[in-house]
């Protein structure tokens, strides 16, 4: 089991909220506007783009840490862990199952989640491996961090866990893992209403009902 981060295990209501603070943006403007230009074939950036003529992520990440260096700006931290992870992952261990994260995220993501002890056997971060989804190098090192944890695992024996078909469902599935598709996030509901959808091996609400269908699933 490989789970990614964002909208898998945590949900980035409150940074975007922050992002909208920072920008004077009402939240429901910020979200609403990012969320069109989503369904509309665009991605986050050109979301804030539209509110925020010029914005680059580079330059105002740095220009915020400087301003702010100890706050919590774009970061994530425990009370922004989804409810179900916890619970769920202790049902899938009880299951003999591997648990593993892999995920676009910066060095500092890291940390922080090895500090959640999430009972994990494996934290892989793009920035870290210097390659994100959906490059096949990304599997690639999903596979090996996968195989130093239970050796001798194959491909078609992971499960990669993600909300986007475009980065996770589509590449995993290239490099001949299983995946699943959690709805959540506004990247999960507009890619679970998707045809790429239909390329996952299943769709979910949440990480409980994966349990119940990895548990059904090995049973046949």
């Known amino acids: ?17 922050r992002w909208a603070d920072r920008f004077g943006i009402p939240h429901m403007a910020f979200f609403g506007t990012i969320g069109g230009v ?25 220009r915020w840490r400087a301003e702010d260096p100890d706050g919590p700006r774009e970061h994530f931290g425990e009370a922004d862990l989804y409810a179900d992870v916890r619970p769920a992952f202790a049902t899938m261990r009880a299951q003999g ?16 989640l090895k500090a959640m002890n999430l ?5 892989g971060i793009s920035d870290d491996w210097g390659v994100s989804k959906p490059d ?5 090192q999903t596979l090996a961090l996968t195989e130093a944890a239970r050796p001798g695992v194959s491909p078609d024996e992971i ?29 999960g509901y507009l890619h ?18 994966l349990a119940d269908w990895i548990a059904d699933h090995n049973l046949r």
């Open 159 to 187: 499960l990669y866990v993600g909300d986007r078909t475009d980065n996770d469902v589509l590449p995993a599935r290239a490099a001949g893992m299983r995946t699943a598709l959690l709805r959540r996030g506004v990247h």
């Open 119 to 123: 009972g994990v056997e494996g934290i």
């Open 192 to 209: 679970a209403a998707g045809p790429d959808a239909q390329q996952a091996d299943v769709v979910v609400d949440d990480l409980h009902q």
């Open 38 to 62: 989503l369904a509309t074939g665009g991605t986050i950036t050109d979301g804030i783009r539209a509110l925020v003529p010029g914005f680059d992520l580079a330059t105002e990440s740095a």
């Open 1 to 17: 089991m490989v789970f990614d981060v964002g909208e898998t295990l945590i949900d980035e209501t409150r940074i975007f909220g």
């Open 97 to 112: 199952l591997t648990l593993i994260i892999a995920g676009n995220q910066p060095s500092l993501a890291g940390a922080t």
């Open 136 to 140: 096949p190098a990304f599997f690639e």
